[in-house]
């Protein structure tokens, strides 16, 4: 069996891509699985600049092939912001509940029509000795004019993906991941993965 470590220290993050990856023929960890794994410092200019600086350096530490993945949220009406920085939107040690009141306050009098935001998400492959592979996912939506109920994961309680009534937050995970910006990068890298895991190696 193959063995594929996803590089995040988050556990939100890992529970979501996990679970997408259920079924494949796969040692699937985390990076906070193994002692001393460093913290990847994110600065890079792009989604996959940042994507493969993850999965390249915990590829280095653990020996293993990694997944790594970078998401990126961008509201019209602040000019493309949070943008690459939609993690950090808040400051360098803020909470989910940090980013989703500094947006929800900067998005104050915004009009219902002019609340378009666009979450994008780069998947990273890093297979030593072989070439790496990127998937993206992106999903279209607006912010809410106040926070949802349920998951509290990200800004998933502000945002209403294209179509829906309800925000990603009061949606279960396999609902959310089939129509997701991440879901969608996953199911790209998974039908790459799937035929990966059953070659010989």
Known sequence: MKRLVVATHNRDKFAELQRELEGLNLEVRAAFDFPGVPGVVEDGATLEENSLKKAREISDFTGWPA???DTGL????????PGIY???FAGEKCTYADNVRKML???RGVAA???QALFRTVITLYLPGEPTEVFEGRVEGV????????????YDPIFLPEGSSR???EMDMDEKNAISHR????????AFLARWASRPA
């Not at 961008?74 to 912001?81: I, N, S, T």
């Open 67 to 69: 997944l790594a993945d």
């Open 74 to 81: 961008f509201v019209e009406a602040l000019g493309g912001q």
């Open 86 to 88: 939609a993690a950090r």
């Open 105 to 107: 306050d900067l998005m």
């Open 113 to 115: 029509g002019k609340r």
């Open 143 to 154: 912010i809410s004019g106040e926070a949802r109920p349920g998951r509290a994961f990200g």
């Open 167 to 169: 925000a990603f937050s």
């Open 183 to 190: 879901g969608r990068a996953v199911q790209k890298a998974k």
